[in-house]
Every structure is written in C-alpha cells, then in structure tokens.
C-alpha cells in the first residue's frame, strides 16, 4: 500500500511540473507577430506580471498590450493586470496592430 502512495506522488509532482513547463514556455515566447490583435491573443498568452517586472517595464518605457482586447496601456490601472497580455515597445504595438486604449 506504502509502495502505491509513494508512486502516485510521483505521479501528482509529474503532472504538477510538466503543466508548469509548459505555462513557463508559453509564456516565454517574446516574438512579434504580424497577425491581427485577436489572433494573437490565442498564441501568445502570458500570465500577470509580478510587481518587479511591472516597476521594471515602467523604466523601460515599454507599453502593457491586452491581447484579448487588442489595446495597450502606457500606465494606469490597466498597466500590467490584465490577464493575458505582454510588454513590447508602443512601436511594436503599433506596428503589430494594437490600438492605445482611451484615457491613457
């Protein structure tokens, strides 16, 4: 009995890494693309960033995108919270299709 709780741990802590390599590789892919806003938002999903990467992308004058809506945020509310989404240059938004969202 010891021996098959000891293999389904195993088991758990498996499946546990292997969907955290795979939300990491996601989530690490930094290149452009040339589709539309929408279908980006399917391919390139992200997870929130943390407060350093936030703070550090402020410095860096990069732009939040919302990939689900197709906006980005040079600051505000909206900078760095909403689900899927990435920093990039307001250049590469614009030139990706991504519109600046209204009141920023």
């Known amino acids: 009995m ?4 000891t293999k389904l741990t195993a088991l758990c802590v498996l499946a546990v890494l292997s969907t955290a390599f795979a939300l990491a590789q996601a989530g690490s892919g930094n290149s452009q693309s ?3 806003p929408v279908s980006a938002s399917k391919t390139q999903a992200a997870s929130v960033p943390s407060a350093a990467e936030i703070s550090a992308a402020k410095a860096a004058g990069k732009v939040w995108v919302n990939l689900n809506s197709g906006v980005y945020h040079k600051g505000g509310r909206w900078y760095g919270k909403t689900k899927d989404g990435k920093f990039m240059t307001e250049d ?3 030139k990706a299709g991504y519109k600046p969202a209204h009141g920023d």
Do not use: H, P
């Open 92 to 94: 590469e938004a614009k």
């Open 2 to 5: 010891q021996e098959l709780r």
């Open 34 to 36: 040339t589709a539309s």
